[in-house]
């Protein structure tokens, strides 16, 4: 590590640990759903499919936080998108009623969105051409709340609320640790203009992709539950996918430079779906695990494939952003409410027919996306 980078880090060490510390608490707050889906539907005497809306909840406030960030822009700080996970978590732990539960899901969903934008953003204009190795850093954080949040759910007796309660302690502790991260400097205005060339199948891709994830993340839980696994073991799957999921992305750090980006999508889908497969035929506890590893490879390799095929446009992030917020809202919504006629295993036989459809349309128009 270069003299440049360590002063760098030393002179931003607020916003390193910030946005460290608040990927972790976004991994754990997306993780903890799927685990916390039957105890929320035993304490407020509900079906599973309406618990499901909690996913859905946290996905649409995820849109409002990012929708949110086009006006806002450079104005909002770390603390302020930390707030809207306080409040998130704090009324998520309430277990007031379930109305006031979605609201909070809704809140935590709508700082993790900002949080994606002010974080990620932010580094990168810090640390300039080192930014992509310090934003790798920072994503992969993620995964660490994510493999422990199921763990911690578990040893705190499958309970929600002190479950939320801590992360709403945690996220008191980052707000007050970020008053030290320092103002962005001030955009240029003159800029060229650059023409936004949109190109729908492959946000639709990326849409069906997210969409999945979130499904497997939010859902897989109960999936596994309906073949026979206790909650307990399921909440440790998650982790153990988690686990894989991590692998993934820390893999790609070694290989994305062999392989066309859109080509590794194309095998991490269809790895998903010969997952799904074994899920659904031979073992669900192992091959959700497999199922993580590929998923792990969906977002970063299908923004790039579609960044480069959309150009440079400052509009083309959150629209593939966008595109696939609204997989992951939309998806999980509609599993979660069929989820209970789709049989002990529907949810990996649907998953493996989905992958084989996109495996199928990315072999046949892949070539436009790997030049």
């Not at 309906?226 to 999921?245: C, D, P, R, Y």
């Not at 969906?298 to 150009?311: E, K, N």
């Not at 002990?344 to 892949?366: E, N, S």
Request: aromatic share 12%; charged share 5%.
């Amino acid at each position: 590590m270069g003299f440049p980078m360590r002063e760098l880090i030393k002179s931003n060490a607020a916003l390193i640990f910030s946005g460290i510390a608040s990927f972790i608490l976004m991994g754990a707050g997306q993780s903890i759903y799927g685990p916390a889906l039957p105890a929320f539907s035993r304490l407020f005497d509900i079906g599973l499919g309406t618990a499901g809306f909690l996913v859905t909840a946290h996905w649409v406030g995820c849109a409002f936080g990012v929708g949110t960030m086009f006006w806002v822009g450079p104005r909002a700080t770390p603390r302020h998108v930390i707030v809207a996970m306080i409040l998130g978590a704090s009324l998520v732990a309430s277990s007031f009623n379930f109305a006031i539960v979605i609201l909070g899901a809704v809140l935590f969903g709508a700082g993790y969105g900002a949080a994606t934008v002010v974080y990620n953003g932010r580094v990168l204009q810090v640390f300039g051409a080192g930014g992509t190795g310090m934003l790798s850093l920072m994503n992969a954080c993620f995964g660490i709340g994510a493999i422990g949040a199921p763990l911690l759910f578990v040893a705190l007796g499958n309970a929600p609320a002190p479950t939320f309660s801590l992360f709403a302690v945690a996220a008191v502790a980052i707000w007050f640790f970020s008053g030290r991260v320092n103002q962005p400097q001030a955009a240029a205005t003159n800029a060229p203009k650059i023409p936004l060339t949109l190109d729908l199948p492959i946000l639709t891709f990326h849409a069906l992709a997210i969409g999945t994830e979130a499904s497997m993340i939010g859902l897989g839980p109960a999936a596994l539950m309906a073949t026979g696994a206790s909650e307990v073991w399921a909440a440790q799957l998650l982790s153990i996918f988690f686990i894989g999921f991590l692998l993934a992305r820390v893999s790609l750090f070694f290989v994305a430079h062999l392989l066309p980006p859109f080509r590794i999508s194309t095998l991490a889908v269809a790895g998903v779906g010969l997952s799904s497969l074994g899920a659904a035929t031979l073992s669900p506890d192992i091959f959700f695990v497999i199922m993580g590893f590929c998923a792990g490879a969906f977002f970063p390799t299908i923004y790039v494939a579609a960044t480069r095929r959309m150009g440079d446009n400052a509009r083309v992030s959150p629209i593939i952003i966008a595109a696939g917020l609204i997989g992951g809202i939309l998806i999980p919504l509609v599993l979660s409410q069929v989820m209970g006629q789709m049989g002990q295993f529907g949810f990996f036989w649907l998953f493996a027919g989905l992958m084989a459809a996109m495996t199928l349309w990315a072999i046949t128009y892949g070539r436009r996306y790997n030049r």
